[in-house]
């Protein structure tokens, strides 16, 4: 890391947040942009509300919001100074949407694999002279059996990631700013579980997803923000169990939320969060939102 100087953080593993020292670019502009699987945004309207007040981010990026475009808190969220929303919902499953101080362009929703299925959404954010492109993924889940013949939910899971290989190869990711973030649905790395060896046959970590993600990462050079930040060998999770009643103490989470970035923005990175924290709100989502900060 070129100059840096990295501030170890005082937390307990998972608890990370990591600053960055840049060299002086005149007056850089901060770009800070966030990924939540939320897990039923009217339900969770208030956690939202409280982050975007406690935490500040430019840009939220939830999943799982599980609602019609019709029946998201627009109105409360553009309250607090976000007014700029894009919103691809569905009625009782999946959804994504993108919440930002910052105007955006050219919003794009693809399907994957099933029609109707809301899990992609991307925006244009014209920033410091630059267009960054951000795509927020919620990849499914995969279900509980890792058998693509038994299970159609893991077939899905290993098709969609398929074709997010093919379509993240194309010209218009390679040759652009881009951030590709959401609720992977994958724990990559043996440090990224609690226990690789008890997870191997567990979906979320099998290796037939692992490889294919990390396939993605490599043939597009991606940087994995989190992993930029956090050495291999460090535990990493932004995702803790339902099931387990005392969360904290177990602490047998997995990072199934992700934060990648193109080669060209890797100057520009100079933070990352996760937030522990939230997993212990009152009503919490099974994930936490994760942070990460440009300098641009």
Not at 40 to 46: E, G, K, T
């Amino acid at each position: 890391m070129r100059g840096a100087i990295l501030l170890a953080a005082k937390h307990r593993p998972c608890s990370i947040k990591r600053v960055v020292g840049s060299e002086a670019r005149g007056d850089p502009v901060k770009l800070k942009i966030a990924t939540w699987n939320i897990n039923s945004v009217r339900h969770r309207r208030d956690l939202v509300k409280k982050f975007l007040i406690d935490h500040q981010p430019d840009v939220l990026c939830l999943q799982e919001t599980k609602c019609r475009d019709s029946e998201f808190p627009e109105s409360e969220i553009r309250k607090l100074g976000y007014e700029h929303i894009a919103i691809n919902g569905q009625k009782g499953y999946h959804g994504v949407a993108i919440i930002s101080r910052l105007p955006f362009e050219n919003i794009e929703k693809r399907e994957f694999c099933l029609k109707g299925d809301a899990r992609h959404l991307a925006v244009t954010l014209p920033v410091s002279g630059r267009k960054i492109r951000v795509h927020n993924f919620y990849i499914p889940a995969g279900g509980d059996e890792p058998d693509p013949q038994a299970n159609d939910k893991f077939a899905h899971k290993l098709g969609f990631l398929d074709e997010m290989h093919r379509w993240t190869m194309e010209t218009s990711f390679v040759d652009a700013d881009t951030i590709l973030l959401g609720d992977f649905n994958v724990a990559p790395y043996e440090n990224d579980v609690w226990s690789h060896k008890a997870l191997l046959k567990v979906v979320s970590h099998t290796p037939i997803e692992t490889e294919k993600l990390t396939a993605i990462l490599k043939a597009g050079d991606w940087i994995d923000v989190l992993r930029r930040f956090t050495p291999m060998e460090q535990k990493l999770y932004t995702w803790w169990s339902y099931r387990a009643r005392d969360w904290a103490n177990a602490d047998k989470g997995r990072r199934l939320d992700h934060i990648w970035a193109s080669r060209s923005l890797e100057p520009a990175l100079s933070a990352i969060d996760i937030l522990r924290d939230a997993r212990g709100w009152e009503g919490p989502s099974d994930h936490v939102p994760v942070s990460a900060v440009l300098q641009l």
